[in-house]
């Protein structure tokens, strides 16, 4: 699935020094970066932080919105330039630093995590088509479905109603209009309707998700920056690829999902609309990794005494599929049933097996090579990594 989409010189301002603490957050000295470099993985470090402080959220007090909203604004920066809306309430006039009360500005905070809430549903549901099993194959492909399968293969995920955007907010969610329409004795449709806010899940045909989700991007991203898809129409094939997915069935044309060269982004939420267009055309051939440091960890002062750091919580984009270092087949993690190796993360061909052919291997199971970029950045690395315990 090819793709050409975010401009790499897209710049955006992050803040270096970030104070946080009784609903209130000061931020200050900004420095420019380019998030296509330095945030890739983005969207992702912000469903984590609506799942932190919306759905888990903390007893510590030092784990508030406010302060998951400074790391966000320690890490990227705030989602909106002043340009895109009024932030006179906030900034300060004569300087790009800022100040702002949660407790008495709550339109910042419920902004804020409104666009966190809807980038963590359509995550979930990205996670889902990358570890569903089908045809005895993890990870759905629309290559080798055809729409009526599609239409018949029903998914649970999360209950879109319960992120709906708050009447203030310009985001357009489509999954939570259509999860709670009405639905006539005379209509046929393998989706649940007329849901409500109750239940916690939505059982919805992965033909309908998918539509969703692409009509969803693709809307919000019309309304911030000029953006389509090339082909609206979702491309599923007509006839699937045989089994093993080497030979093509007589009349199979297969079709794959692009995205137009655009501008650059306005600002850094059309940023973050992009990374999940960008993973919607991947799917399901990558994957993601903790950074190293994601994990909160104990640091020593020069004293020796401990002081709790917290993880930068965010994850590196990987190749689903990689040689293995001794047999040369392409394997991906897959996790095993908790009898099996007490519940391991193994390696495996994309036909489940997990056992390497060579007779080199020590180990009998398949190896990837270890990457050599395993930190989200320097500064995660400088932080966590020296006289760290875990």
């Known amino acids: 699935m090819q ?17 946080s603490g009784t609903g209130e957050i000061t931020a200050s000295f900004p420095k420019v970066y380019k998030p296509v470099i330095a945030a890739t993985t983005a ?38 330039s002043n340009e895109d809306v009024n932030l006179t309430d906030i900034k300060d006039e004569k300087s790009e630093n800022f100040k702002v009360n949660l407790l008495t500005n709550r339109n910042f905070f419920d902004d804020f995590f409104t666009h966190a809430g809807i980038v963590w549903w359509i995550v ?41 955007p708050s009447l203030s907010s310009n985001l357009i ?29 939505w059982n919805v045909s992965y033909l309908d998700l998918i539509n969703l989700v692409k009509e969803t991007i693709q809307k919000n991203l019309e309304a911030l920056n000029e953006f389509k898809f090339k082909n609206l129409n979702i491309d599923l094939i007509e006839n699937p690829l045989d089994l093993d997915g080497k030979k093509e ?33 991947e799917i399901p051939n990558i994957d993601f990794e903790n950074c190293n440091g994601y994990f909160d960890k104990e640091v020593s002062d020069k004293d020796g005494s401990l002081k709790k750091i917290s993880g930068c919580k965010n994850v590196l984009k990987r ?8 047999c040369n087949e392409l394997v991906y993690k897959r996790k095993e049933k908790p009898e099996n190796n007490n519940g391991r993360l193994l390696l495996a061909t994309e036909q489940g097996i997990t ?36």
């Open 3 to 19: 793709i050409q989409a975010i401009n790499p010189d897209f710049e955006w301002k992050n803040y270096r020094k970030v104070t």
């Open 319 to 326: 190749s689903r599929f990689r040689p293995c270092i001794y």
């Open 43 to 80: 969207h992702r470090r912000l469903a984590k932080i609506y799942e932190d402080g919306i759905l888990s959220p903390a007893s510590d007090n030092m784990k508030d919105g406010s302060f998951l909203i400074g790391q966000w604004l320690n890490l990227y920066g705030l989602l909106y």
């Open 124 to 164: 979930q549901v990205f996670n889902l088509f990358r570890r569903t099993k089908y045809k005895e194959k993890i990870g759905l492909d629309p290559n080798k479905i055809t729409t009526k399968e599609a239409a018949a293969l029903i998914l649970t995920v999360p209950n879109p109603l319960r992120v709906r």
């Open 249 to 281: 069935i007589p009349g199979n044309k297969i079709q794959t999902r692009k995205i137009q060269t655009v501008t650059p982004p306005k600002n850094l939420i059309t940023f973050i609309w992009f990374l999940l267009a960008e993973e919607f055309t």
């Open 173 to 201: 969610f489509t999954p939570a209009t259509w999860a709670a329409r009405k639905i006539s004795d005379h209509e046929t449709t393998q989706s649940q309707g007329n849901l409500n806010s109750i239940s916690t899940t």
């Open 355 to 390: 056992v390497c052919t060579n007779t080199n291997n020590p180990e009998e199971f398949h190896k990837h090579r270890q990457h050599k970029r395993r930190w989200c950045s320097q500064s995660c690395r400088l932080l966590l990594r020296k006289n760290s315990k875990l």
